[in-house]
C-alpha cells in the first residue's frame, strides 16, 4: 500500500461520514411532544459549524440556552449566526455530557445533549431531556 493511500484513507472516512449542514429549524416529534430543533429538509441528521448562519443555529442556541444557559457565561444571543460565542457554547454542551469537544454540533451531540420543551406555553415550565428519553415518553 503506498504512503498517500494510507494517509488519505482516514480522511476520505470522515468525509465520507460527514452529514450536509442544517439549513432550517421545525418541531422534532419524538413521542408525546415537539422539540424545535435544527433540519435539513425533513431530516435532523445534519451538521452545524463555525460560519453557519439560518433558523438551523437559532434553534441551536435557543435550546443551549433553555438547557444549558446556567452553565455559560452569558446566555447567546439567538440571532443565528453560529460564530465564536455559539461555538464555545457547544463546547460546554459537549463537555458537560461527554461528547467529544470539537465545538461543531453534530450526531453525537444531538444524540447526548438535553433538549427542552416548554409546557403550556410558559417559559419557567420547561423540561430539558436527551432525544432517546423524549422517544420513550
Same mark, same amino acid.
Not at 53 to 68: D, M, P, R, S
Not at 78 to 85: A, R, S
Given at each position: ?6 494517509? $488519505?484513507? !482516514?480522511?476520505? +472516512?470522515?468525509? #465520507?461520514?460527514?452529514? !450536509?449542514?442544517?439549513? /432550517?429549524?421545525?418541531?422534532?416529534? !419524538? ?14 441528521? &445534519? ?9 438551523? *443555529?437559532?434553534? $441551536?442556541? %435557543?435550546? +443551549?440556552?433553555? &438547557?444549558?444557559? /446556567?452553565?455559560?457565561?452569558?446566555? $447567546? ?6 460564530? !465564536?460565542?455559539? /461555538?464555545?457554547?457547544?463546547? *460546554? ?5 461527554? #461528547? ?7 450526531? %453525537? ?7 427542552? *420543551? ?8 420547561? *423540561?430539558?431531556?436527551?432525544? #432517546? ?5
Amino acid at each position: 500500500m503506498h504512503l498517500s493511500t494510507l494517509i $488519505l484513507a !482516514p480522511l476520505l +472516512i470522515l468525509a #465520507a461520514a460527514a452529514q !450536509p449542514d442544517c439549513t /432550517r429549524a421545525d418541531h422534532y416529534k !419524538p413521542g408525546s411532544t415537539a422539540i424545535y430543533m435544527p433540519f435539513r429538509g425533513n431530516s435532523i441528521e &445534519c451538521e452545524l459549524g463555525i460560519d453557519n448562519n439560518n433558523n438551523g *443555529v437559532k434553534a $441551536l442556541q %435557543e435550546q +443551549i440556552n433553555l &438547557c444549558y444557559g /446556567r452553565y455559560l457565561d452569558a446566555k $447567546l444571543s439567538v440571532d443565528g449566526d453560529f460564530g !465564536p460565542k455559539t /461555538r464555545t457554547a457547544v463546547r *460546554v454542551v459537549q463537555g458537560r455530557v461527554g #461528547a467529544q469537544v470539537d465545538g461543531r454540533y453534530g450526531p %453525537e451531540t444531538r444524540g447526548l445533549m438535553n433538549w427542552g *420543551v416548554y409546557f403550556n406555553g410558559n417559559p419557567s415550565d420547561v *423540561v430539558c431531556k436527551t432525544l #432517546a428519553k423524549w422517544r420513550s415518553s
